[in-house]
């Protein structure tokens, strides 16, 4: 168990609105990640964080941002929702070293699904 | 061309069968290489590191052929819990730890 936790696990709302998803982690990790997931696609980076203050753009950050005031917590926020938005979106952390010794691995959260109407 | 390619399947498989998925990148510097495992509306588990020697889980087995840009998993007995999708992924940036992740291989074990 990473200890990451995401909130909420679903939403429903409406093309135009202001949504922002959270991510949690119990265990000072510096490195965190937002994904989303659709059909066809796999995972597809979104924005990441190094550190706290410290983000960059993943290869679909359009439309997207994200904010990191503290360790545990990365927020990702859909300023003005559109339908194309819709989609499975996951959390992950890196730990300094991973069990299997790589410095590359990542843990996931359980994920929010969120539906723009 | 995608980064990271898998077949898709499905893969339909009786119990105990051996079953081999492939997948190839196209980062030449890519430096770490990993399989997931994803059951359905869940989130992605890491299976097993592939490192450049082969590496053996149990019933799992990771190949990885740097010169061709090819990873390879081989589930000997398959279980029907084996049942998933399963993901090849790449790491793009070392420094920044990014991943690179396939579209998956949905694999069904049948009893």
């Known amino acids: 168990d990473a200890g990451i936790t995401q909130s909420p696990r679903h939403k429903v709302t409406e093309t135009g609105t202001p949504v922002t998803l959270r991510c949690h982690q119990t265990?000072?990790?510096?490195?965190m990640y937002w994904y989303r997931q659709d059909p066809g696609h796999g995972l597809r980076l979104i924005h990441y964080?190094?550190?706290?203050?410290?983000?960059d753009k993943g290869e679909v950050s359009d439309g997207y941002s994200v904010s990191r005031s503290k360790t545990e917590d990365f927020l990702l926020t859909l300023e003005s929702a559109t339908s194309s938005q819709t989609s499975v979106y996951f959390c992950?952390?890196?730990?300094?070293?991973?069990?299997?010794?790589?410095?590359?691995?990542?843990?996931f959260g359980p994920g929010t699904r969120l539906t723009v109407l | 061309r995608k980064e990271v390619e898998q077949d898709p399947g499905p893969f339909n498989v009786p119990e105990g069968a051996t079953v081999a998925f492939n997948c190839t990148y196209s980062?030449?510097?890519?430096?770490?290489f990993f399989w997931y495992r994803q059951d359905c509306r869940k989130e992605p588990k890491l299976l097993m590191s592939?490192?450049?020697s082969g590496n053996e889980d149990g019933r799992f087995t990771a190949q990885l052929n740097r010169a061709s840009q090819y990873i390879s998993l081989l589930i000997r007995d398959s279980k029907l819990s084996d049942s998933a999708t399963y993901l090849c992924?790449?790491?793009?940036?070392?420094?920044?730890?990014?991943?690179?992740f396939g579209s998956g291989t949905r694999l069904q074990v049948q009893p």
């Open positions: 964080s190094y550190g706290v203050k410290d983000t």
């Open positions: 592939v490192y450049s």
């Open positions: 265990e000072n990790h510096r490195y």
């Open positions: 992924v790449v790491n793009r940036d070392t420094g920044r730890r990014a991943l690179t």
């Open positions: 980062n030449s510097a890519s430096q770490s």
């Open positions: 992950a952390i890196s730990p300094s070293r991973g069990a299997s010794g790589s410095v590359n691995e990542q843990f």
